[in-house]
């Protein structure tokens, strides 16, 4: 194993010192437990979001508190949720007089802590709604879920969402708006290689040189089949096939394209994965509006890549053109 790092049980800390010492403008973190907060939270009159899971996947979740997304995030233990101390106490450092909610990926273990942390702020006077994203149609359950797993569609809905708080929408709004943005979204993934856990020391998995998974999970969870490597327009069209006909997309919509490294997969493959969507989306009259490309939600420095469609109307639109400042995304200021 050859990683930056110091000792393996420190990494998670000594991560979040660094991102506290990169970005005292924009965040401010809390040890013992962890949590990252905005740095002008709480934002009094505005519903706070949020978020949480294991390290390993950044810039997600810390990478995005800040202005015009998150208000907090809970990092785990690297691949492990967070626990529901973190998630109550950071739901209490945000909570302005309107409200919080928590935006869930579905994985067991953040599904309950959340749900034992929400039910501890209600206790507490403070109004929580919880939703929870499932947008991975890669499999219907897996290692770490009951249902679809959550992936990229939650950067999405952090980002449309956040910028609906800013707007000072209520906080049945902003939950309905992110149930919205569930319903509109669906991920698919594959891997070229494992990653490696840093306590493990050893690859998740094993893939032949001339291998690859597809369908896989941001765990490094199996996915539908492991195949021999292929063009990277083959292996777009095996991703944006299921995601394409599984609302379904149809001819005329207008969508986000989102193409995201899964974090050792360099962005000049990127623009080759995101050009055959392209073409793949044109062929079927689907229209890429917007779009996204980049390392957003990763897997340690698994090489691969997930393919990311939502479906945009008016509201949507205006709510991702508006203002970010966070680590991991950021326009508009």
């Known amino acids: 194993m050859k990683k930056l790092i110091n000792r393996s049980e420190d990494v998670v800390t000594e991560a979040l010192q660094g991102m506290a ?52 995030a809970c990092p785990g ?15 209490k450092a945000v909570d302005g007089g309107a409200g919080v909610v928590h935006i869930v990926k579905n994985y067991t273990g953040d599904v309950m802590n959340f749900e034992m942390a929400a039910d501890l702020a209600r206790g507490e006077g403070i109004d929580v709604e919880a939703v929870v994203i499932d947008d991975d149609v890669a499999v219907q359950d897996s290692l770490y879920t009951a249902g679809r797993r959550g992936v990229g569609t939650t950067v999405l809905a952090e980002k ?3 910028a609906a708080a800013e707007d000072k929408q209520s906080l049945q709004q902003v939950a309905d708006l992110c149930r919205k943005v569930n319903a509109n ?47 990277a ?55 890429i509006t917007r779009n996204l490309i980049g390392a957003y939600i990763t897997s340690l420095e698994m090489a691969g890549v997930s393919i990311t469609l939502l479906k945009l109307d008016d509201e949507l639109t205006r709510l991702w053109d508006a203002p970010v400042q966070t680590p991991g995304l950021r326009w508009g200021v």
Do not use: W
């Open 233 to 287: 327009s083959e292996v777009v069209e095996s991703l944006a096939t299921p995601v394409i006909d599984d609302i379904p997309f149809q001819e005329g919509d207008e969508v986000l394209a989102f193409v995201n490294s899964m974090g050792g997969t360099p962005t000049i493959e990127l623009y080759v994965v995101y050009n055959e969507l392209y073409k793949l989306l044109e062929g079927r009259g689907i229209k």
């Open 185 to 231: 979204g669906r991920s698919m993934g594959m891997a070229l290689t494992s990653c490696i856990v840093p306590s493990a020391g050893k690859p998740t998995f094993e893939l032949g040189d001339d291998e690859m998974e597809i369908g896989i999970g941001i765990h490094g969870e199996p996915g539908r089949e492991r195949r021999k490597l292929a063009p």
């Open 160 to 162: 449309i969402c956040g």
């Open 21 to 72: 010492v990169a970005h005292p403008d924009l965040l401010k973190v809390s040890f013992g437990p962890n949590y990252i907060v905005r740095a002008d939270a709480p934002v009094q009159g505005k519903v706070a979001l949020v978020s949480g899971g294991g390290s390993g996947h950044e810039p997600m979740h810390g990478g995005f508190v800040g202005m015009g997304m998150l208000d907090a």
């Open 77 to 91: 233990e690297v691949f492990t949720s967070p626990t529901p101390d973190q998630m109550i106490e950071a739901t």
